[in-house]
């Protein structure tokens, strides 16, 4: 069934949509990470505007995160002092994101900038996972555990001044560490479209040292309100945000999301690691190689 977009300014099969948004929900039910890094590329690869794919994987990004901090929230999984701080951060980092957006855009490079972006990202999150995993699984093969990791901040973040307590999440740090942080996931959200849990998570984690059982509540919580800043400034300025792919997206997601965590539960979680590692790396590599490709018409936008 063809669907047309008034944003994009395209007709699309409304089923490959919902089978895109359903394929990147299993992915992120059965690995446990956001799938907004994925749905970006995805939609880009189908023909789908850089600006229009990333701004929408925005709006879907939220929709798809409502349930999940609500339930971390019951269950007291969120440092909400923290997340407060992220939050910040984050709305900072997507009013930077929309200037820079609005610029690249003037100058006629912002769908250049997105894939290079994706690149350079996707490559670098890839390789670190790949080599962890690599690790993990070697351990795993010669029947020793996994290598312990010591729960501490970075040099770098213990530096800096101006501490607070941040109970829930046990730890005594300057609020600027976590503010610059929120504040670069939000350039990423407005740039990419991506939900930036993928990068927080692991930050959250070995830079500021935060506890496992916080994590990804907290993340999930700062996600969501930033997500919703950058679909609001988005709908603004750039016109960017069709909500008709969105809600194709996001109905594809939510069903995906839940067969894939019951799929996770069958598969051990190092070889669940390799597996979207090499995700990664191929998406990443794909993107490289379209940066090069000649377009069959070189004075059209497709």
Request: aromatic share 8%; charged share 10%; glycine share 14%.
């Given at each position: 069934?063809d669907?047309?977009l008034p944003?994009?300014?395209?007709?699309?099969?409304?089923l490959?949509?919902?089978?895109?948004?359903?394929?990147?929900g299993?992915?992120?039910?059965?690995f446990?990470v956001?799938g907004?890094f994925l749905?970006?590329p995805l939609?880009?690869f189908?023909?789908?505007p850089?600006t229009?794919a990333?701004?929408?994987?925005?709006t879907?990004?939220t929709?798809a995160?409502?349930?999940?901090?609500l339930?971390?929230l019951?269950?007291g999984?969120?440092?909400?002092?923290?997340?407060a701080v992220?939050?910040?951060g984050g709305?900072?980092?997507?009013?930077?994101?929309a200037?820079l957006f609005?610029?690249?855009t003037?100058w006629g490079?912002i769908?250049?900038?997105?894939?290079?972006?994706?690149?350079?990202l996707l490559?670098s999150v890839?390789?670190?996972?790949?080599?962890?995993?690599?690790?993990?699984?070697r351990?795993?093969?010669?029947?020793?555990?996994?290598?312990?990791?010591?729960?501490?901040h970075?040099?770098?973040?213990?530096?800096?001044?101006?501490?607070?307590?941040?109970y829930?999440?046990?730890l005594?740090?300057?609020?600027?560490?976590?503010?610059?942080?929120?504040a670069?996931?939000?350039?990423l959200?407005m740039?990419?479209?991506v939900?930036?849990g993928?990068?927080?998570v692991p930050?959250?984690?070995f830079?500021l040292?935060?506890?496992?059982?916080?994590?990804v509540?907290?993340?999930l919580?700062?996600?969501?309100f930033?997500?919703i800043?950058?679909t609001m400034?988005?709908?603004?300025?750039?016109?960017?945000?069709?909500?008709?792919?969105a809600?194709?997206?996001?109905l594809g997601?939510?069903?995906?999301a839940?067969i894939?965590?019951?799929?996770?539960?069958?598969?051990?979680?190092?070889y669940?690691?390799?597996a979207?590692?090499i995700i990664v790396l191929?998406?990443?590599?794909?993107?490289?190689?379209g940066?090069?490709?000649?377009?069959?018409e070189?004075?059209?936008v497709q």
């Amino acid at each position: 069934m063809d669907l047309y977009l008034p944003v994009a300014n395209l007709s699309v099969n409304a089923l490959v949509i919902v089978l895109l948004g359903g394929g990147v929900g299993f992915l992120s039910g059965m690995f446990g990470v956001g799938g907004g890094f994925l749905t970006t590329p995805l939609l880009i690869f189908y023909g789908i505007p850089p600006t229009v794919a990333a701004a929408s994987a925005a709006t879907q990004v939220t929709g798809a995160r409502v349930s999940g901090a609500l339930a971390q929230l019951e269950r007291g999984g969120v440092d909400l002092r923290m997340g407060a701080v992220l939050i910040a951060g984050g709305l900072l980092g997507s009013l930077i994101g929309a200037g820079l957006f609005e610029l690249l855009t003037a100058w006629g490079q912002i769908d250049t900038t997105i894939n290079i972006l994706y690149v350079v990202l996707l490559g670098s999150v890839g390789g670190l996972m790949a080599r962890e995993a690599w690790g993990a699984l070697r351990a795993l093969q010669a029947g020793l555990p996994a290598p312990a990791r010591k729960r501490r901040h970075h040099p770098m973040v213990a530096n800096l001044p101006m501490r607070w307590r941040f109970y829930r999440s046990g730890l005594y740090i300057s609020p600027l560490a976590p503010l610059i942080l929120g504040a670069l996931v939000g350039i990423l959200t407005m740039l990419l479209g991506v939900g930036g849990g993928f990068i927080m998570v692991p930050a959250m984690i070995f830079l500021l040292g935060m506890g496992a059982q916080v994590v990804v509540g907290t993340s999930l919580f700062q996600i969501l309100f930033v997500t919703i800043a950058t679909t609001m400034v988005h709908a603004m300025t750039t016109g960017a945000v069709d909500i008709v792919l969105a809600g194709l997206l996001l109905l594809g997601s939510v069903t995906g999301a839940q067969i894939g965590a019951r799929f996770a539960q069958k598969v051990r979680p190092e070889y669940l690691r390799m597996a979207l590692a090499i995700i990664v790396l191929l998406v990443a590599l794909r993107m490289a190689v379209g940066l090069f490709i000649r377009p069959d018409e070189i004075y059209t936008v497709q």
